[in-house]
């Protein structure tokens, strides 16, 4: 079946720096793939996503590439802030058709950031 | 509106108690799913409502009991629950057919203590 692999933390970072988080996937066909960002006490909401190889989704000072050969989404920011400290989980979707058997999900990256 | 509305936010209920969560979305989407988390775990499905019917039933307890009385809303009835059940419940929505990458549009939780 489908799975997602990420990092685990607690992921502590200084302000200003460097982040990635990486995820790799499992999967039968050709997956759309998703960043969520959960904040403290709340829901999830969606990142950015790709659906396709090559992709590139985009938001927020984040980024990921689509990579098909590696089955990889790693997630990168330049530059963090104070208020990117959450939890992100990468995801997928296997449901070319718009089918709906909903999300297959890492088990999330718990981000720190520290002033 | 791209929104998915939960209520209640918080709800705390006795192991002999009946209560309800609801959620709601106006954005005409046709699948609508009932997620369980527990604190820094990921989402784990429970039911899926596909064009208003139970398409997915992930062996949950019967203590929990779904119902999408239209297309825009989502019930989860809530029956002698256990303590172990305290947990956020999370509803969310996608499009279905052609086109549908897969994306679901959470809502922010219902967050349930069961005393």
């Known amino acids: 079946g489908d799975s997602v692999t990420q990092m685990e933390g607690p992921v502590t970072l200084s302000e200003e720096a460097f982040l990635t988080i990486n995820c790799t996937y499992t999967a039968t066909g050709y997956p759309s793939l998703f960043w969520y960002v959960q904040y403290p006490g709340e829901g999830l909401q969606l990142l950015l996503k790709a659906t396709k190889a090559d992709d590139k989704g985009s938001n927020k000072g984040f980024e990921a590439t689509y990579r098909k050969e590696t089955t990889s989404f790693h997630l990168e920011k330049g530059s963090v802030q104070v208020s990117d400290s959450a939890v992100y989980f990468c995801a997928l979707s296997d449901q070319a058709g718009g089918g709906a058997d909903g999300l297959t999900f890492g088990k999330g990256t718990h981000l720190i950031i520290q002033p | 509106d791209t929104e998915v509305t939960q209520t209640p936010k918080h709800l705390v209920m006795g192991m002999t108690n009946k209560k309800s969560l609801k959620c709601e979305q106006h954005?005409?989407?046709?699948?609508m799913y009932w997620y369980k988390q527990k604190a820094k775990k990921p989402p784990e499905l429970m039911f899926v409502y596909s064009y208003e019917k139970l398409s997915i039933n992930e062996s949950v307890p019967s203590r929990f009991s779904p119902e999408c009385p239209n297309s825009s809303l989502l019930n989860l009835h809530l029956h002698a629950l256990q303590p172990e059940d305290s947990a956020l419940y999370l509803c969310a929505s996608s499009r279905r057919g052609t086109g549908s990458t897969g994306e679901l549009f959470f809502g922010e939780g219902s967050r349930l203590t069961v005393l």
């Open positions: 954005m005409g989407h046709r699948a």
